[in-house]
């Protein structure tokens, strides 16, 4: 390794330069050690589909850390804000429900949701977020000229991919850009890294560290040797037709995003300032293409133009990290955009990558996490599909497939709520899908025991009582605070008014 290393990133949107600002950043370095050189390859050739993303607060909290303005990264991407989503016709035909992603109990404390349980109300009546996904409003109230925050929770967002990469690109200060492709690897024959890479310019670069950013193509990895594994056997649906919904005029802006499940699989809508990126999520085996665009456009009322077809081979790598090359974003794992986790994931694993490149045994453990963490999804995405519903051949099929996870765990969660210890440890306790999450879920699809949860209260008459009280006055609170805050798409409006000022 040369004494200044260089850091090779190929492919650029949300993932590589991501990527670019994490490993750049001089907070997660060693007091003295010195800044990498960090260039990103990335063709103007590759467009991409740009049908909406959504992310998990995580994304708010790494603008915080790098100290990016929230307002600026909204006016410039024409992102909305997201509270959670909203889950319609999942359980059954006719019923929706709320999985907001603010965490009531870190701040409230333990029991709220045992309590919400044992008394038959919904766990997410007593979330900040839940209230404001109903009122379609901001997260922020005017006081006396001054923009003030809801509540102490930290919201996502939803934005066109291709846009957030290209505002992600301008905070990238001190990395190099090649506007050009990756034609071969050249590896050492003995250790089998990578040394250079070969452009289709003529130009050849070296590096000591390389991140495959690639997405599907995964130009780097697949030199490597790199395994798929598929999830083909526990996730239900294999394509997705992604297309655009534009916003009405006066239409006010959801902020959250909506999955609502259909007779062969489920259409996601994201809302961003412009338009709804929405699709199909669905299985070929169950509907052909044509039956699909027909069905979801006799669910929506109105004519659909398809942007894609895509075959969605799910599944991660075995090992996203070999030698001295790392998948990230899709090139390392792929699952149906149902819980915002690929952002989420790419950002968990390049702080992990940071924290552990200089670890004796960086590499192993890092694909151990990586491994863990996207199996998790993989199992959060594959319990909501535990339904009331028969009413199509798809949603039969389901029902009698569940893996032995998803059963074990309804078995477990029928005797008490999930609880942290249900989850293993996460390495840096770093955000993942653990009983916040699940908890929300469970109960919308009527998994949770009312009966277990009111014994356990039972117990306990002054712990029930003091949950009762609180629970009234977070409902009450929270009520009157998104009452307070401005409506959603008027504000995000202003702000790209402010920014044209």
């Known amino acids: 390794m040369s004494a200044t290393e260089h850091i090779v990133i190929v ?50 909290q790494m603008l915080q850390h790098f100290e990016i303005n929230e307002e600026a990264f909204l006016a410039a991407t024409g992102a909305t804000i997201k509270y959670g989503i909203r889950h319609k016709d999942w359980r059954r035909l006719g019923h929706h429900y709320d999985g907001p992603i603010d965490d009531v109990e870190a701040v409230a ?54 846009l957030a990469g290209k505002f992600l690109k301008t905070q990238a200060k001190h990395t190099a850009l090649i506007d050009d492709q990756v034609t071969s690897v050249v590896r050492n024959p003995l250790s089998g890294n990578i040394i250079a890479l070969q452009l ?46 534009d916003l009405e005029p006066g239409e006010e802006i959801d902020p959250f995003t909506l999955a609502w499940a259909q007779k062969s699989g489920w259409m996601w809508r994201i809302p ?58 899709l090139a390392s794992s792929f699952l149906e955009p149902l819980e915002a986790t690929s952002i989420h ?33 993989r199992d959060f995405v594959r319990m909501h599909y535990v339904s009331e519903r028969d009413d199509s051949a798809f949603w039969r099929d389901v029902a009698a497939s569940h893996p032995r996870i998803i059963r074990d765990r309804l078995d477990l969660w029928q005797t008490k709520l999930p609880e942290r210890r249900d989850f293993a440890p996460v390495p840096g306790n770093l955000p993942h899908v653990q009983e916040q999450l699940y908890i929300p879920v469970l109960d919308g699809l009527g998994l949770l025991n009312p009966r ?25 609170d ?24």
């Open 11 to 60: 492919g650029g949107g949300t993932a590589g330069w991501l990527a670019a600002l994490i490993l750049g950043d001089a907070k997660s370095r060693p007091a003295g050690a010195p800044a990498p050189r960090i260039t990103v390859i990335e063709s103007s050739k590759f467009g991409t589909i740009g049908v909406g993303e959504g992310t998990t607060a995580v994304f708010r």
């Open 109 to 162: 404390g333990r029991g709220l949701d045992l309590y919400a349980v044992g008394a038959g109300k919904p766990v997410s009546d007593a979330h900040l977020f839940a209230h404001l996904m109903n009122r379609h409003r901001a997260p922020y109230a005017e006081v006396g000229g001054h923009r003030v925050a809801a509540g102490p929770f930290h919201h996502a967002y939803h934005f066109d991919q291709a």
């Open 200 to 245: 289709e310019s003529g130009a050849t670069i070296e590096g000591d560290f390389f991140l495959d950013c690639t997405g599907f193509r995964r130009a780097l990895i697949g030199e490597m040797g790199a395994e798929w594994l598929g999830y083909g056997e526990t996730l239900p649906v294999n394509r997705a037709m992604p297309f655009w919904i």
């Open 272 to 329: 961003t300032l412009g338009r709804y990126g929405c699709g199909y999520v669905y299985s070929d085996t169950h509907v052909s293409p044509e039956a699909a665009q027909a069905e979801i456009e006799a669910a929506l009322g109105r004519k659909i133009e398809p942007r894609n077809d895509i075959k969605i081979n799910a599944g991660r790598l075995r090992d996203a990290w070999i030698n001295n090359c790392v998948a990230v974003g």
């Open 345 to 377: 994931g790419t950002i968990v694993q390049l702080l992990w990558l940071a924290q552990l490149r200089r670890s004796g045994n960086g590499r192993t453990q890092y694909n151990a996490a990586v491994a863990a963490q996207v199996d998790d999804f």
């Open 452 to 476: 277990d949860a009111k014994s356990q209260l039972a117990q306990d008459p002054k712990r029930r009582a003091a949950l009762r009280k609180t629970h009234e006055d977070l409902i009450r």
């Open 478 to 501: 929270y009520k009157r605070a998104a009452g307070k805050c401005l409506p959603h798409r008027a504000w995000l409006q202003s702000l790209s008014q402010e920014k044209a000022a």
